[in-house]
């Protein structure tokens, strides 16, 4: 049994902020934000949450597969970005979704962590546990990022995107997961300082630190390198896929991608113009909007990629 995706959906939260009005609040450009990163806009969350943004994007999906939400079997939330640590975002989809019937978890693993709940999905499918499931990719990153670090905040967005899968037989479907914690600190995120009966503490909640040059050598090998691995199970070749859709972290990330598989750029849609890198909900945000766009045809093979904190990386091979 393979994953096949049905339905998709988004949610983005309404205000818009452009390089421009960063450049009023901290030492920064559009020049500088445009040509580095091909970062124009981004959405902050005011009132939306990440279970809110999450919420919509799942019903969306729900809606554009035809699918009850008796029927879904599994939810999992891709964010490291909850509203709080308890209850899990996904049972909060899953109450107000009413899936009475799913079981509801989520997911860390930093902006691949899209990927890594559907790999999990394909696992439940593969050994006949699940047959329908809703995988989110949702995230609140405005309210984490080091708003002092321009080097950083400037890169990030909020919002959040679903997918309703079913199992199949026969749809291609592969996928190359990695991991690599010794590389954890060029990324990193210290929420809670320790502090319990015994120890006392008055330190404030971290807030997030990247190494950005580290994390753009390591994404601009690793990527092209697992979608290689990924094509070599599906016996497929890089000109043979009718689209890639990467993680929306970089435009100069996304095109060294492009030139190292040798493959036009046309091939890699993007929309981190509009919405910055929005972590685990940048693939399924970008999967939603070329669905609904009407540019996915039925048998199209997808290479979905990216590349996170942890380290964390990988690709998904699917038949649309
Ligand atoms: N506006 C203006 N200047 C800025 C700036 C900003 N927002 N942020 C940093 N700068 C300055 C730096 O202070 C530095 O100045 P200096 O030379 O006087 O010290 C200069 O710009 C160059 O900084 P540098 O860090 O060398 O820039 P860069 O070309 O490496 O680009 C990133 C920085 C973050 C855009 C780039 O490294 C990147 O995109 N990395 C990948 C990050 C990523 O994808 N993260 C998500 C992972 S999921």
Redesign the pocket.
Known sequence: MRLKIYGTGSALPAKKVSNDLLSEY????DE??RS??GIVNRRLAMEETTSSLAVEAGRKALEDAKAAPEEVEIVIVATFTPDCSLPSTACIVQDQLGLTHAVAFDLNA??SGFLFALNTVQAYFSAGVYRTALVIGAENISKVVDWKD???C??FGDGAGAALCRAEDGAACNFVQKSDGSGGAV?SLKERPIAHLFRECDEKPGKMY?N??E??KF?VRKVPECIHEVLDLAYLKPEEVDWYLL?Q??K??ISSVAKRLGIPEEKFPTNLEEYG?T?AASIPILLDEVNRKGMLKEGDILVLS????GLTWGACLLEW
């Open positions: 901290m030492d920064t450009s500088w934000i580095r990163t930093a902006c321009r080097g950083t400037v890169l990324l990247m950005g040059q994390v753009f994404a993680h972290a970089n100069r990330i890198n972590s990216g590349f996170g904190a």
